[in-house]
């Protein structure tokens, strides 16, 4: 049996698992709040993917099929929930909340986070009397014993979750659950634990219970059917038998990582970390239609999208430089559907910055370009001189490139990854005052799924966050002196004149600023980002344009890139 007892235990973080409640039926009943007074489903094709707490009474649940709910509730209202435009919007608006609580923020899915709150709590204990209550319920009330230091530090928890549920019910009209403790699985298992709009702390002397009272493996988050199948064939089904399992037999099942994994889990242990989530590396929209089979109705239905897809845009943030069309055609002799996609690049310049709201927007000339384009693609993928018969349109954005300015800007964009690689480490040798101050200056808005930075920003990140470490404590004894006096691009908001290290790092030496870059933010670079510009520059210059497009001929990934004039 693989030794469980060995490894000492870590309760040094502190972990919230937020869950909005019946969140499908929460944004439509902002939509109509006349839908809060009566039982609603929400369907997706012929079953409900949710439905509110007053149908949940009636015995409704999720993944119903529409006729049995109705059986159950013959009063339930029902709302199509297929366009998930508002669900993913008010999403990412929940997870740009909780970014003022924490640069660590992780999305699972669309209606939970994980927010890793330890620098939080630390400086409250620090500035406030530990002796609080835990706010919520506790599972299996009993009174911890631990002596590290987890007991203050999870009471703090449970307040600043309920702080966190009371300010996303207050900003944004929802309500949620959350768990609270020391790792992201007991977090996660708590909060289910009372719904809805209610929290729960677990403590570490009860995590073997809350495993225990799991009554099947396949109930562990992370346990997908596949695993589960797996354990089913060596006769392991509950927790307790994941425990005693034969450890051997347990790693022929499964990999040597994955069974040590799997044990551990099935003690409540998880060093996992909160992983800040990036943006989305594709931003998009599809509507199915019944059929489309006339060029300007085709048009017609882009433009709506297109127009839609541009405020999803303007609200990440960042410009895209690809389109990509997706069709699915009925093919009427097979009596199939297909999908397929065209793509192509497109210029930046298409889109503009609006200087007073910062957001970027079309113009519309750029528009009826950027539908041309969307014709021409869907032209390639369908013979419109030949009938057609198509079920589905779709359009999305990718590649997405920085601004040079606003809150999703290169500076932001810079902080933000600086602030995910290395910061929070800094912040904690330094102890800093006000954490969440500076987060919202840092933090972009937007929290979405799966984006990986490319990795050379990261190193050259990487050395400047080195580099001001060994420059002392008192250089950046606030996080926003260091990202804001370091990384910003734009003088006149700086407060760097009391900071010492662009100072210190600023060369006497002029560097030349590249012809195609912004003089003015490269006049308040630090000296070294300014001389990687130059180079960057000089390496791409060979493969210069003569018509002037910089973006297409610069290499991607280079610094350079993110500094171009838009
Ligand atoms: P859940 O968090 O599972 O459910 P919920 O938020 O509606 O309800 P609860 O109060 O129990 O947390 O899922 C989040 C949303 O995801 C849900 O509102 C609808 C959608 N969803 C699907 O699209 N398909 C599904 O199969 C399920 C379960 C949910
Ligand atoms: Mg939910």
Same mark, same amino acid.
């Given at each position: 049996?693989?030794?469980?007892?060995?490894?000492?235990?870590?309760?040094?973080?502190?972990?919230?698992?937020?869950?909005?409640?019946?969140?499908?039926?929460?944004?439509?009943?902002?939509?109509?709040?006349?839908?809060?007074?009566?039982?609603?489903?929400?369907?997706?094709?012929?079953?409900?993917?949710?439905?509110?707490?007053?149908?949940?009474?009636?015995?409704?649940?999720?993944?119903?099929?529409?006729?049995?709910?109705?059986?159950?509730?013959?009063?339930?209202?029902?709302?199509?929930?297929?366009?998930?435009?508002?669900?993913?919007?008010?999403?990412?608006?929940?997870?740009?909340?909780?970014?003022?609580?924490?640069?660590?923020?992780?999305?699972?899915?669309?209606?939970?986070?994980?927010?890793?709150?330890?620098?939080?709590?630390?400086?409250?204990?620090?500035?406030?009397?530990?002796?609080?209550?835990?706010?919520?319920?506790?599972?299996?009330?009993?009174?911890?014993?631990?002596?590290?230091?987890?007991?203050?530090?999870?009471?703090?928890?449970?307040?600043?979750?309920?702080?966190?549920?009371?300010?996303?019910?207050?900003?944004?009209?929802?309500?949620?659950?959350?768990?609270?403790?020391?790792? +992201?699985?007991?977090?996660?298992?708590?909060?289910?634990?009372?719904?809805?709009?209610?929290?729960?702390?677990?403590?570490?002397?009860?995590?073997?219970?809350?495993?225990?009272?799991?009554?099947?493996?396949?109930?562990?988050?992370?346990?997908?059917?596949?695993?589960?199948?797996?354990?089913?064939?060596?006769?392991?089904?509950?927790?307790?038998?994941?425990?005693?399992?034969?450890?051997?037999?347990?790693?022929?099942?499964?990999?040597?990582?994955?069974?040590?994994?799997?044990?551990?889990?099935?003690?409540?242990?998880?060093?996992?970390?909160?992983?800040?989530?990036?943006?989305?590396?594709?931003?998009?929209?599809?509507?199915?239609?019944?059929?489309?089979?006339?060029?300007?109705?085709?048009?017609?239905?882009?433009?709506?999208?297109?127009?839609?897809?541009?405020?999803?845009?303007?609200?990440?943030?960042?410009?895209?430089?690809?389109?990509?069309?997706?069709?699915?055609?009925?093919?009427?002799?097979?009596?199939?559907?297909?999908?397929?996609?065209?793509?192509?690049?497109?210029?930046?310049?298409?889109?503009?910055?609006?200087?007073?709201?910062?957001?970027?927007?079309?113009?519309?000339?750029?528009?009826?370009?950027?539908?041309?384009?969307?014709?021409?693609?869907?032209?390639?993928?369908?013979?419109?001189?030949?009938?057609?018969?198509?079920?589905?349109?779709?359009?999305?954005?990718? +590649?997405?490139?920085?601004?040079?300015?606003?809150?999703?800007?290169?500076?932001?964009?810079?902080?933000?990854?600086?602030?995910?690689?290395?910061?929070?480490?800094?912040?904690?040798?330094?102890?800093?005052?006000?954490?969440?101050?500076?987060?919202?200056?840092?933090?972009?808005?937007?929290?979405?799924?799966?984006?990986?930075?490319?990795?050379?920003?990261?190193?050259?990140?990487?050395?400047?966050?080195?580099?001001?470490?060994?420059?002392?404590?008192?250089?950046?004894?606030?996080?926003?002196?260091?990202?804001?006096?370091?990384?910003?691009?734009?003088?006149?908001?700086?407060?760097?004149?009391?900071?010492?290290?662009?100072?210190?790092?600023?060369?006497?030496?002029?560097?030349?600023?590249?012809?195609?870059?912004?003089?003015?933010?490269?006049?308040?670079?630090?000296?070294?980002?300014?001389?990687?510009?130059?180079?960057?520059? +000089?390496?791409?210059?060979?493969?210069?344009?003569?018509?002037?497009?910089?973006?297409?001929?610069? +290499?991607?990934?280079?610094?350079?890139?993110?500094?171009?004039?838009?």
């Amino acid at each position: 049996m693989y030794d469980i007892e060995h490894e000492a235990e870590d309760h040094s973080r502190t972990i919230v698992h937020i869950d909005i409640d019946c969140f499908y039926a929460q944004v439509e009943m902002i939509k109509d709040p006349r839908l809060y007074q009566i039982p609603l489903g929400i369907k997706q094709k012929n079953i409900l993917v949710t439905s509110n707490y007053v149908a949940r009474k009636y015995g409704v649940k999720k993944c119903m099929l529409i006729a049995d709910a109705l059986k159950v509730c013959p009063n339930l209202e029902i709302v199509k929930g297929e366009d998930l435009y508002d669900y993913r919007k008010m999403s990412y608006q929940v997870t740009s909340y909780l970014q003022k609580y924490s640069v660590l923020v992780e999305r699972l899915g669309l209606d939970e986070n994980y927010v890793d709150v330890t620098q939080l709590v630390d400086e409250r204990l620090k500035h406030q009397n530990p002796n609080i209550d835990v706010r919520g319920n506790l599972f299996n009330n009993i009174a911890e014993t631990c002596v590290c230091g987890c007991v203050e530090r999870l009471k703090m928890g449970s307040v600043i979750a309920q702080e966190i549920r009371e300010g996303v019910l207050h900003e944004l009209k929802l309500t949620t659950c959350a768990g609270i403790s020391y790792n +992201k699985l007991l977090a996660k298992l708590a909060c289910s634990l009372h719904k809805p709009n209610e929290q729960t702390v677990v403590f570490p002397n009860h995590a073997v219970a809350l495993m225990l009272s799991l009554s099947n493996v396949s109930e562990i988050p992370g346990v997908g059917s596949a695993t589960d199948e797996i354990l089913e064939k060596i006769n392991i089904r509950t927790i307790e038998d994941l425990q005693k399992c034969h450890f051997e037999t347990l790693i022929q099942a499964l990999n040597g990582d994955r069974a040590k994994w799997l044990v551990d889990l099935s003690y409540g242990r998880d060093n996992s970390v909160v992983k800040t989530s990036g943006r989305p590396q594709s931003i998009g929209l599809e509507d199915s239609c019944k059929v489309l089979n006339v060029e300007t109705e085709v048009r017609e239905k882009f433009h709506q999208l297109l127009m839609r897809l541009i405020i999803l845009v303007s609200e990440d943030g960042r410009i895209p430089t690809t389109i990509k069309v997706t069709i699915r055609k009925f093919d009427s002799v097979s009596k199939v559907s297909h999908r397929e996609t065209k793509q192509c690049n497109i210029g930046p310049n298409l889109f503009s910055t609006d200087k007073i709201t910062r957001m970027i927007s079309l113009n519309e000339q750029s528009e009826k370009k950027l539908l041309s384009i969307v014709m021409n693609l869907f032209k390639k993928l369908v013979n419109t001189s030949r009938s057609y018969h198509i079920t589905l349109l779709g359009l999305s954005f990718t +590649k997405f490139k920085e601004r040079f300015d606003g809150k999703n800007s290169i500076a932001s964009y810079l902080m933000n990854d600086l602030a995910v690689q290395s910061v929070t480490s800094i912040e904690r040798k330094n102890s800093i005052s006000q954490p969440q101050t500076s987060l919202q200056t840092v933090c972009s808005t937007d929290g979405s799924e799966n984006e990986i930075e490319p990795l050379p920003k990261k190193s050259r990140l990487g050395s400047l966050v080195s580099r001001c470490a060994r420059l002392g404590d008192s250089d950046y004894s606030s996080p926003s002196k260091l990202r804001v006096a370091d990384l910003r691009l734009n003088s006149r908001d700086s407060d760097h004149g009391d900071t010492g290290y662009l100072d210190t790092v600023a060369s006497s030496r002029e560097i030349e600023c590249p012809p195609n870059a912004d003089k003015d933010v490269f006049k308040e670079l630090p000296s070294d980002v300014q001389q990687e510009l130059w180079e960057d520059w +000089k390496r791409n210059r060979s493969h210069e344009d003569p018509h002037d497009k910089p973006f297409k001929k610069a +290499k991607t990934n280079t610094l350079l890139n993110y500094f171009l004039k838009n």
